[in-house]
């Protein structure tokens, strides 16, 4: 890494390879439970485990909304936003390195996405959502909605990997990321390269 100090943010592969070496990134022939078929598997609490990379991560993504004027004219009067329980480290990674006021995260309850009661109209500062990963977009897209509702304005949104098929902006709001990883999935075994080879299959969660 480079020296402390040194405003620079960790090349796509120098993250990689800390994602890698944590075992938060797998190479393989992997099956989701959508029934997709990919040689793929990032599982990115695995990466935040370990304080040092985990603050690796959250200052480089930090760093991105750092750069923005519209955040550092607002620091720290901001609020830090994760969508679901995966991104609540880097949240607090990210809110550490802004030095941000407020944390708030979101959670799944009957398939639907909330924050904890009693939180009112008003009372969040401008937002920057943040994710371990965005692969369809649509939990930061929910979560959007979900402040916009409690009157807060997004004022930027980012995840430590990006796949290049979910959306790049999020509501005319820039989506930052260390990693823009062109993920391919195969919608069934019949098409699934892996599959044709005889790789033997692993089934995994998201
Ligand atoms: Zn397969």
Redesign the pocket.
């Known amino acids: 890494m480079a020296g402390q100090g040194v405003q620079l943010i960790p090349s796509s592969d120098e993250i990689m390879q800390i994602l890698k070496r944590t075992g938060a990134f797998r190479e393989g ?3 989701y439970p959508n029934g997709k ?2 040689a793929h598997y990032f599982q990115m609490p695995l990466a935040f485990r370990y304080y040092d990379t985990a603050r690796v991560l959250a200052v480089a993504l930090s760093r991105k909304f750092r750069v923005e004027r519209d955040v550092a004219s607002q620091l720290p009067k901001v609020a830090i936003i994760s969508p679901s329980s995966g991104g609540i480290p880097v949240a607090f990674g990210v809110r550490d390195a802004l030095s941000a006021e407020q944390i708030y995260w979101a959670e799944q309850e009957s398939g639907k996405r909330m924050f904890r009661q009693y939180i009112n109209q008003g009372e969040i500062n401008p937002c920057i959502i943040v994710d371990d990963i965005i692969r369809s977009g649509h939990a930061i897209e929910e979560t959007v909605e979900l402040v916009r509702g409690l009157g807060a304005p997004v004022i930027g949104c980012g995840a430590i990997v990006r796949f290049t098929s979910a959306p790049d902006h999020v509501d005319g709001v820039p989506i930052k990321s260390l990693v823009e990883f062109d993920e391919h999935f ?1 919608d069934t ?1 019949a ?6 080879a005889g ?1 033997p ?1 692993e089934h995994v969660r998201f």
């Open positions: 022939h992997f099956v078929h990919t195969f075994a098409d699934c390269v892996e599959c044709k790789a299959e």
